[in-house]
């Protein structure tokens, strides 16, 4: 017998040694988490995350060093019914003044504003400070406020502007996670329970997972200093993290309890389950690694910091399930399988044989696989169409949830002080000696676009023009009467881009750029799309030639990513389908922004595609297995799919349930994330797991495990069913996969 593979090696050292290798373990997560906290956090710059012209022109703007606007909060009155009253309403706004001058932070209170129909009274309130902590310092400003409404209870008087909306947005999301992890881990072990049948089994692969998300978090702040962070590098990997770690342990865990029901040892059973489901592991993980390192390609500070995140808890995931999970598999021995849930238990552990269901489900793929994957493969595409008609965009202020008092008087005060649109942002950087000459250049530029009907006319005091300090950078702000997502602003963005170059020429040493919100959401828009192409090719390529090594197989790698390409499409339709338009509004709790928003189809598939790889490496080696032991193609597909279905469903399971918790949450890019990664979870581990698989193995036959000779190797690593195979058939208790 040759030399066992280290995955192996390692299994059988921790099952041997469970103490050394349960307090290693604990060190190295107390260590990961301890030293990422004494480092502390480098988060992403404003540069950083700079893309396209829009990016540059923050950057042109940052560089003028302007000098922060101090921030702007308001208090906002208004009728409860009927008619306000004018003098009720001053009376009102003159009592808030008065309060809010003696509030800390409070710089100044500005005159009252009437709205022009005469429905509000606006008071503006500046704040003293950092304007980048306004909304954490708000709330003695609402205190106030919500005196004065005490006191004018014939009247509304809210709080409302930036600060106060940031503030209730910051607690909103906070009670939304706050739930979905109250929610997650309940229904993960609840589901986990139901899947072993006892406590203990269900609770190894979440605190195997718990872990694993720890120790990379440390491990995150760490590579911070290398990489910048950025807000949602944390949320990914407790996402990710106990996705990919309740995954390997199901796969270890069960493998080990089938060795043990076959009358194994307990360090027997472990070894058998590190050179199967554990090679699996290491495939699957490796495979999620490439997924995820495809981020880096996208050229984006934000995504690069999501791939630092997501293959730090990935990699030590993969080498918990090494180490850590045999040592404790072996320590417990029969104990993992206590206290039993007696009719779970009954359910589970005491099953023989595959059951009624999935042979029942795999009938049509067996007996006729030509028409099942035909009509599977059929209705995928169709569910895949309309992403043809994919739109991106960023969410605006009009996609918060209306759920917070802050939100409702964000909208009356728009209905009482009717928004002019949006501004584009034309930054200029020069010598400070040409800065009169780019003055007049901007100032030509916006008198010509001032009677296109797509900007909005220059004022008579002339156009917007602010100046650095040092003369050197310009910034002419040009209105377009229409909200940032339409049509018509894109087109006036466009525009403007066209004629800027032609007004700045002549001036010597100049460089510009168009920003603003419009031009932030087109730039990235077409950044995604630029960039999705090599991340797709990027992840193919490297994905089959993982899939080729381990399979020795290039038809097995080739329909691996076919079926995952089939999968994420699908998905992708689906969140057209639900989200462009306004069909689900209603059971979903959200308000159609006619688009998804811009970050997500690139972000979904890398981590759809990683995840899905899990269940496709578990599936196939249990086939490939099946295979080895000369077991015939179609008799195999069926016992590679029905003896892993147990596990498969569980993992999808958990997944779906936790995804679906964030489709639960206020905002829509939580909402669009936890549907797409959802539906394409259980699209993954039904149809594509239980159809299109088995009718596609079953149809290609022996052709599934063919590959060049260089490829097919020899022994135990050789491709079966093809000449040149190896010289003898693995003993059956040494087969393993890969």
């Not at 709330?139 to 106060?164: D, K």
């Not at 270890?252 to 307990?266: I, M, S, T, W």
């Not at 581990?685 to 020899?714: D, E, H, Q």
Request: glycine fraction near 10%; charge should be neutral.
């Amino acid at each position: 017998m040759g030399r066992r593979p280290v995955t192996v090696r390692v299994a059988r050292w921790s099952a041997e040694h469970p103490w050394r290798a349960l307090a290693l373990w604990v060190v190295f997560v107390a260590v990961c988490f301890v030293g990422g906290n004494a480092a502390g956090l480098q988060e992403a710059t404003a540069e950083d995350m700079a893309v396209g012209e829009s990016g540059r022109a923050s950057v042109l703007i940052e560089n003028g060093a302007f000098g922060d606007e101090p921030a702007i909060d308001n208090v906002l009155i208004t009728s409860r019914t009927g008619p306000l009253d004018s003098a009720a309403a001053k009376a009102a706004a003159t009592d808030a003044a008065t309060r809010l001058r003696g509030v800390p932070g409070v710089a100044g209170v500005g005159d009252p504003v009437p709205a022009r129909d005469g429905s509000a009274l606006l008071l503006p309130v500046t704040m003293s400070g950092d304007p980048g902590t306004a909304s954490d310092r708000v709330e003695p400003l609402r205190a106030a406020t919500a005196q004065v409404q005490t006191a004018h209870p014939a009247l509304r008087v809210e709080q409302v502007g930036g600060p106060s909306i940031g503030k209730a947005l910051d607690d909103t999301l906070g009670a939304d996670f706050k739930r979905a992890e109250l929610l997650s881990l309940p229904v993960t072990l609840a589901i986990l329970i139901i899947a072993f049948g006892a406590l203990i089994a269900a609770g190894v692969p979440v605190l195997l997972a718990l872990s694993s998300v720890a120790a990379a978090i440390g491990l995150s702040t760490l590579a911070s200093h290398l990489v910048p962070a950025s807000d949602s590098t944390s949320s990914v990997i407790l996402l990710i993290g106990m996705a990919v770690g309740i995954d390997y342990s199901l796969f270890y865990v069960r493998r080990e309890r089938e060795e043990r029901a076959k009358g194994r040892g307990h360090v027997d059973a472990v070894e058998i389950a590190a050179e199967t489901s554990g090679h699996a592991v290491v495939v699957s993980g490796t495979a999620v690694v490439i997924a995820m390192s495809g981020l880096f390609l996208a050229g984006d500070a934000i995504f690069s910091s999501l791939a630092v995140g997501s293959i730090l808890v990935v990699a030590v995931a993969v080498i918990g399930s090494l180490t850590v999970l045999p040592a404790l598999l072996a320590k417990l021995g029969r104990w993992v399988d206590r206290p039993r849930v007696p009719l779970l238990w009954r359910l589970t552990a005491r099953r023989t044989g595959p059951g009624w269901f999935w042979p029942f489900v795999l009938r049509p793929a067996l007996r006729r696989p030509l028409p099942t994957l035909l009509v599977s493969v059929g209705l995928l595409l169709a569910l895949a169409a309309p992403a043809l008609g994919m739109q991106l965009k960023f969410p605006g202020t009009e996609d918060l949830p209306r759920t917070t008092p802050a939100m409702q008087a964000y909208d009356r005060l728009a209905a009482a002080y009717p928004s002019n649109g949006t501004s584009h942002l034309v930054a200029v950087q020069a010598p400070a000696a040409q800065a009169a000459a780019v003055g007049a250049a901007l100032s030509g530029l916006a008198t010509r676009v001032g009677g296109d009907p797509l900007f909005a006319p220059v004022e008579k005091s002339g156009p917007e023009i602010e100046v650095s300090p040092d003369r050197r950078v310009s910034v002419l702000s040009i209105a377009t009467p229409f909200s940032s997502r339409s049509d018509e602003a894109g087109r006036s963005l466009h525009r403007l881009r066209d004629e800027v170059p032609a007004a700045l020429a002549g001036i010597p040493g100049v460089s510009y750029a168009v920003g603003g919100d419009v031009a932030a959401s087109e730039d990235y828009a077409a950044h995604i799309w630029r960039k999705l192409p090599v991340v797709v090719l990027f992840v193919l390529v490297l994905t089959f030639l993982v899939m080729a090594w381990t399979f020795r197989s290039v038809v097995v790698a080739l329909t691996s990513i076919l079926l995952n390409l089939l999968s994420a499409a699908a998905a992708y339709g689906l969140l057209v389908l639900v989200f462009q338009h306004t069909w689900a509004e209603g059971l979903l709790g959200f308000t159609s922004m006619g688009a998804i928003v811009t970050w997500l189809p690139l972000f979904l598939f890398v981590v759809l595609f990683g995840l899905s790889m899990d269940y496709h490496v578990f599936v196939v080696s249990r086939i490939r297995e099946a295979v080895l032991r000369g077991v015939p193609n179609r008799q195999a597909v069926a016992e590679g799919i029905t003896g892993s279905a147990g596990v498969v469903s569980s993992a999808a399971i958990v997944m779906v349930a936790v995804f679906s918790i964030f489709a639960t949450l206020s905002t829509i890019d939580m909402k669009q994330l936890g549907v797409g990664l959802a539906a394409a979870i259980l699209l993954d581990a039904t149809i594509i797991r239980a159809v299109v698989l088995p009718s596609l193995m079953t149809l290609l036959g022996p052709a599934n495990w063919w590959a060049p000779r260089f490829l097919r190797g020899r022994g135990r690593h050789a491709a079966p069913g093809v000449p040149g195979a190896g010289d003898r058939m693995p003993e059956p208790e040494l087969v393993r996969a890969g």
